[in-house]
Structures are given as structure tokens and as C-alpha cells.
């Protein structure tokens, strides 16, 4: 007689069978009552007669857990030893208890008869399947471990390269027949987006064949990147262009507008975070209740999302800040076109920290930080970003994208914006957090403000109470 085939990968449906009036199935590893095949062993799940004693004669205080069965499976291992299946579930128990019938030698034979009858029709579907299949992934996908031993048994060493999810199973197998292999961060599509499969694995006989795939593909996903990004830019600078000239039409172009969608450009994030077409960006918005107005931001920087609550530098009776200006008593410097740049940002930074201006606004900012809004994200009616003012300080609350983990205490963190010409539609900005360290940004205006927002709510949403919620919760 022929070798029997082997069971996996199962294509077909299970086999059914009729004897004695009762239906069985079998999929090619034993005939199924109910579900459940013979079992030997069902003294594992009888439940004690008695307790078990100490040797003292006394009931123990730990008696052995029994893991129960439905009565589905006591009425199955009663039929597969032609024992009566009827009555409560302790009747089927003690049936099974008080029996030492082993299973049913018709039901043998139909067992053993069935699972060579399974195999058989499975192998021959699966075979036709896999003919059928014209590509490797195709191949690889259906059966790596048969893919693995007919295309290498065949080839004379080609390194190949595989775009599938079953890589794990392709390691696995690769290993056992003594190939190279190693996976290979994907190049992403023209458009910046991942692709489907976003790591390929490359097999081969000859490890300098691999290796040299690997850094074809390597410097194949740096270019897509690099296309990607510039598709990111030109996106932005025709955005951003269409924004000035809107501001131009409608007379803006004197009086800033810095409300709207930027798309903001943080090298220090984007490098350790970013991928394909995923950038930061920032939505700024002015709220405005009763006498009350705040400008606010969401941001999202890839590995944090949040929002900021700006300050305004512009001398008023709620404001006890000085206008922007330097211990020496020099004006604030404006930003004007190509004057935005990281560096910029930087040296406004290594100044603050010069002057240090930070731990005393902290030292300040904790008396009231667990209000609604504290009292200095309020605004008198004039205050906005102007080529006067054009320095605004913020702080910020959020979260880390990846666990969605509060990041505590970061609003006592003072950080700034500095807006800029042409219109308001640039700025450089500092942001500091655990995660990130203190790092600097730039951004560009590519859109008008879109709807409303509470950023009360959301202020309270990342507080301390929201993290100590959130703590509790993760341990129960």
C-alpha cells in the first residue's frame, strides 16, 4: 500500500458517517462524536466520590480541582463504547465509572478506514489547489513548508524575495533545511503609504545572494522615501501658497490669521517615529465664551497627540507678562520669510534657558494648574499672534500614541511659538516632553480653521485624575 498523505494543510470538510442510526464526522486524526474524539482518559474528569483525607482521617483542606465537561462529551465517550447514552450527566458518569469497555472495535475499524479515506481526498484537492497557484507569495502563503522543500529542491540557488504574512512559518522552515534567510523592511508606494505586506522575507542557498537582495531592497526603500517626502513637501508648499494668496484676496495680509491646519516639520520625531507620509501637523483655534477667549491647539506629533493652551505676551490687567523682549530691552525679533528655520527655533530655546525664564513660570503655573483653565490661558478681546507679538508661549497636555500612556505633569513644561511673515503662515516652535526631550519645530499654514472644539474638556481628559484612573484600570 501506498504512504498514507499527510494530514495538513486540511482543504476539505470533514467526512460524515452513519452507524447504528448515529452520525460521526472525521477529519483525517480520529473519528468525532458530538465534537469530541475517544477519549481514554476520562477519569480525569470524574468528580470524587468522597473527599480525600489527611492521614489523620480528617477532610483535606485542598481537594484536587476537576475540570468539567459538558454532557456533549460524557455522551460521546458512552457511545464510543457502545454504552447507553441517555440519562442526567452523573449517569453517563457512572456508567463510564463502573465500565472497563475500551472503544468499540466496529467503531475502530471505521475510525481507522475513515482517516486513510480524509487523507486521501484531502491531499488530492489540496494538490489541485496548489497547482493552480502561479506565484511564489501565492505558494509560500498556501504552504510554507511545502513551497520551502519543492522550489529549493529545484532551484539551483537563486536568492528569492517573498512578500507574505506567513514570514514567521518561512524563518522556521528555512532554518530546518539549512537556507539563508532574513526579512527586510518593505519600500513604501509612490505615495508615501506602507504597503500591504510591509516586510519581505529573502530566502536563498547562497548567503551572498541574500545579502545582496536585501541591500538592493534596502536602497530601493530609501529612494521611495525620499520620493515620498518630496511628494510631502511640494503638497505643502502649494497649500501653503494657496493659503497666502486667500489671505492676500480677502486684505489679511496685514493683519495675522493664525487659526487654521499647519503642517509642521520636527525632524527629531519624524526620523525616530515617522514613516511613508506621516508627518506632524497642528490645528490652531480661538474659543471664545461670553467675555472669555482662549487660542488653543491639537497637535499631533506621530508618537504624541495632545493639545497646546497658549499665552498671551500682550500686556493687560489679566496678564502680569512682559511684552517679548530680551533682559537688554531689545524688541522681540519677528520672523519673517526665510528667516524660519530650525536653527531659529534653537537659539530661541538655548535663550529662554539662558534667562531662566522656565522654573520661574513653573514655580507659578503649579498654584492654579488643576483649574478648569487656569487663569492664564485667558485673553483680553485684542490678543493675537501680531507682527508686535508675534512670540507666544503655550503648555501642553496629552498622550503617547503607541499605550495611549498620559504624559504626567507636562503642562508645568513652558514651551513657545514664534509666528511669522509672510501673514502669520509661518512659525518655529519648541516642544519638550519625556518622550521627545526638548526639540524644535517648523511649520507652514495650509488650511482655515475647521469646526470647534472644548479644550476644557480636553484639558481635563489628560489631567492627573485621568492618569490615576487610567493607572488603576490597567491592573484590574
Not at 517679548?324 to 520672523?335: D, L, P
Amino acid at each position: 500500500m501506498d504512504s498514507i498523505p499527510v494530514l495538513r494543510p486540511v482543504v476539505i470538510p470533514a467526512l460524515e458517517h452513519k452507524i447504528r442510526g448515529k452520525l460521526f464526522t472525521c477529519m483525517g486524526d480520529g473519528l468525532q462524536k458530538n465534537g469530541y474524539t475517544y477519549d481514554d482518559q476520562v477519569e480525569r474528569y470524574l468528580p470524587l466520590l468522597e473527599p480525600l483525607l489527611t492521614k489523620a482521617g480528617k477532610v483535606k483542606v485542598h481537594q484536587p480541582q476537576v475540570r468539567k465537561q459538558p454532557q456533549s462529551y460524557w455522551k460521546a465517550q458512552c457511545v464510543f463504547r457502545n454504552l447507553p447514552q441517555t440519562g442526567t450527566i452523573a449517569n453517563l458518569q457512572g456508567q463510564l465509572r463502573f465500565s472497563d469497555a475500551g472503544m468499540d472495535p466496529e467503531l475502530e475499524e471505521l475510525e481507522d478506514k475513515l482517516n486513510i479515506e480524509f487523507r486521501i481526498k484531502n491531499a488530492s484537492v489540496r494538490d489541485a489547489k496548489w497547482n493552480l497557484l502561479e506565484t511564489l507569495e501565492a505558494k509560500a502563503e498556501a504552504d510554507p513548508r511545502r513551497f520551502i522543500l519543492e522550489h529549493f529542491s529545484q532551484d539551483p540557488g537563486t536568492a528569492i524575495v517573498l512578500k507574505t504574512h506567513r514570514r514567521s512559518e518561512l524563518h522556521q522552515e528555512s532554518e530546518v533545511q539549512n537556507l539563508f534567510h532574513q526579512s527586510v523592511d518593505a519600500p513604501h508606494k509612490p505615495d508615501g503609504s506602507r504597503p500591504d505586506v510591509d516586510r519581505w522575507i529573502v530566502i536563498g542557498k547562497d548567503q551572498s545572494a541574500v545579502y545582496d537582495k536585501i541591500r538592493e531592497i534596502s536602497r530601493e526603500a530609501t529612494r521611495a522615501r525620499q520620493q515620498a517626502e518630496g511628494i510631502r513637501q511640494e503638497r505643502t508648499r502649494k497649500l501653503h501658497e494657496q493659503v497666502i494668496s486667500t489671505t492676500k484676496s480677502l486684505g489679511k495680509d496685514k493683519a495675522w490669521d493664525v487659526t487654521g491646519s499647519w503642517t509642521i516639520s520636527c525632524p527629531d520625531i519624524e526620523e525616530q517615529w515617522g514613516e511613508g507620509d506621516t508627518g506632524c501637523s497642528l490645528e490652531v483655534r480661538i474659543s471664545q465664551s461670553g467675555g472669555d477667549k482662549q487660542m488653543w491647539a491639537q497637535f499631533d506629533f506621530i508618537a504624541i497627540t495632545g493639545v497646546f493652551r497658549f499665552i498671551s505676551p500682550v500686556p493687560s490687567e489679566r496678564h502680569t507678562e512682559q511684552p517679548q523682549s530680551s533682559k537688554s530691552g531689545e524688541s522681540a525679533r519677528i520672523v519673517t520669510g526665510s528667516a524660519v528655520s530650525q536653527n531659529d527655533c534653537r537659539a530661541e530655546d538655548d535663550d529662554e534657558e539662558e534667562n531662566g525664564e522656565e522654573s520661574d513660570e513653573e514655580d507659578e503655573y503649579d498654584e492654579f494648574r488643576e483649574s478648569p483653565t487656569p487663569e492664564e490661558f485667558y485673553l483680553s478681546t485684542p490678543d493675537l499672534p501680531s507682527p508686535k507679538y508675534p512670540k507666544w508661549n503655550y503648555r501642553w497636555r496629552g498622550e503617547e500614541t503607541g499605550e495611549s500612556e498620559i504624559q504626567l505633569y507636562s503642562d508645568k513644561k513652558l514651551c513657545s511659538i514664534t509666528f511669522g511673515e509672510p501673514g502669520g503662515t509661518k512659525l518655529v516652535g519648541v516642544f519638550d516632553g519625556d518622550l521627545t526631550g526638548r526639540i524644535a519645530f517648523t511649520g507652514l499654514k495650509t488650511g482655515v480653521a475647521e469646526g470647534r472644539g472644548d479644550v476644557d474638556d480636553a484639558w481635563h481628559c489628560w489631567g492627573e485624575q485621568a492618569y490615576e484612573n487610567a493607572r488603576v484600570g490597567r491592573w484590574h
